[in-house]
């Protein structure tokens, strides 16, 4: 299966010059765990980071540092892994394993921000992949009782 089919496209974003206390806003707002930070070049948005809540609360308010003093992009995690459409979700989740990322910005062709893929929506097609699993097993054991009954 394709990232592409699986991925959320509705993406928060914002700007690298934003204050940490806008993405922490908008992350509430959206209830979610990230905004992927972005430029525009020619036209299209463009990942270039991700700002998670972990980011926030671990590099941030853990150590003190005055929220003011720093913007989106002091912050963001700029080694950025980002993955195509087009690449098959078993191998980006080898590829997120690797580099010890929950979640990574989906980019088409052209390199414009397309969605975003998180481990949670690789659980839940795990999940309806067993479930269906399940279900192949239970109806395979009702043909037998009744080839047998």
Do not use: W, Y
């Not at 080694?79 to 459409?85: D, G, I, K, P, R």
């Not at 397309?114 to 839940?124: C, E, H, P, R, S």
């Amino acid at each position: 299966m394709k990232v592409g089919e699986i991925c959320n496209r509705e993406v928060v974003v914002i700007d690298r010059e934003a204050a940490i206390l806008e993405a922490a806003q908008l992350m509430r707002r959206h209830h979610v765990g990230d905004v992927v930070v972005t430029e525009e070049r020619g036209g299209t948005r463009v990942p270039v980071g991700i700002l998670t809540d972990r980011d926030i609360v671990v590099e941030l308010l853990a150590e003190q540092v005055p929220l003011e003093a720093v913007s989106v992009g002091d912050a963001m995690s700029s080694e950025l892994l980002t993955v195509s459409e087009e690449e098959e979700v078993m191998d980006v989740l080898q590829r997120m394993r690797g580099r010890g990322v929950r979640r990574a910005p989906v980019v088409d062709r052209s390199g414009a921000l397309a969605g975003i893929l998180a481990v949670d929506d690789m659980i839940d097609l795990i999940a309806e992949q067993l479930s269906d699993l399940v279900k192949l097993i239970g109806n395979e054991q009702q043909r037998e009782l009744q080839r047998r009954g």
